[in-house]
């Protein structure tokens, strides 16, 4: 089975802040790689799939890079209402999603 | 607008069964594959089951297969998860999405991706 990491696990920072988030597969996913955000108490919401494309709807201050097994979802200037876990999810065999990262007010 | 309405939690004990269902509207059900994902109390999300257009492709994750069935009725668009053996590990918030594999397509290979979710419904087993 294919393992997925995050790292950082939480992090905290401001409104307008760059925020990284770095998502790592156990093996080779190619570009099999989406991203979703979490509010509480919300079900989750897909930012970003195959790795680097935009859902639309969601603003183009996220964006993802990567491929193969190391992946990274950036927010350009963070808001208010980004403040959410954020969840990456492989897509190559079957279904696995990473342990989160937490986005939270400093 | 596309929607999905998850129904049929609840408690159950230990060892128990429960049938999960998804209503979708908004959309064309037949055309897309489905999977069920389940988030336990603070915890993370985790992939359950997923199943083909047609019904005829279906997967379960290691942590369910042999005591959750996934399917669908098309013609009622349903999707439905009937979960036996029940176990404490199984409290959770099922949810159920619609997977846009086909509209996504790039250099041969399609992208599989959860969009939307429905709201879920708690599942809590407990004696």
């Known amino acids: 089975d294919i393992q997925m990491t995050q790292s950082p696990s939480s992090l905290s920072a401001s409104v307008g802040d760059r925020v990284t988030i770095t998502c790592r597969a156990s093996q080779s996913i190619s570009s099999y790689l989406n991203w979703y955000q979490q509010k509480p108490g919300k079900a989750p919401k897909l930012l970003i799939y195959a790795a680097s494309s935009l859902q639309s709807g969601v603003p183009s201050r996220f964006s993802g890079s990567g491929s193969g097994t190391d992946f990274t979802l950036t927010i350009s200037s963070l808001q208010p209402e980004d403040f959410a876990t954020y969840y990456c999810q492989q897509s190559y065999s079957p279904f696995t999603f990473g342990p989160g990262t937490k986005v939270d007010i400093k | 607008q596309v929607q999905l309405v998850e129904s049929g939690g609840g408690l159950v004990k230990p060892g128990g069964s429960l049938r999960l269902s998804c209503a979708a509207s908004g959309f064309t059900f037949s055309d897309y594959y489905m999977s069920w994902i389940r988030q336990a109390p603070g915890k993370g999300l985790e992939w359950v089951s997923y199943i083909s257009s047609s019904g005829s492709t279906i997967y379960y994750a290691d942590s369910v297969k042999g005591r959750f069935t996934i399917s669908r009725d098309n013609a009622k668009n349903s999707l439905y998860l009937q979960m036996n053996s029940l176990r404490a590990e199984d409290t959770a918030v099922y949810y159920c999405?619609?997977?846009?594999?086909?509209?996504?397509?790039?250099?041969?290979?399609?992208?599989?991706?959860?969009?939307?979710w429905g709201q879920g419904t708690l599942v809590t087993v407990s004696s």
């Open positions: 999405a619609r997977d846009l594999y086909a509209d996504y397509c790039s250099g041969g290979s399609c992208y599989s991706r959860f969009d939307p």
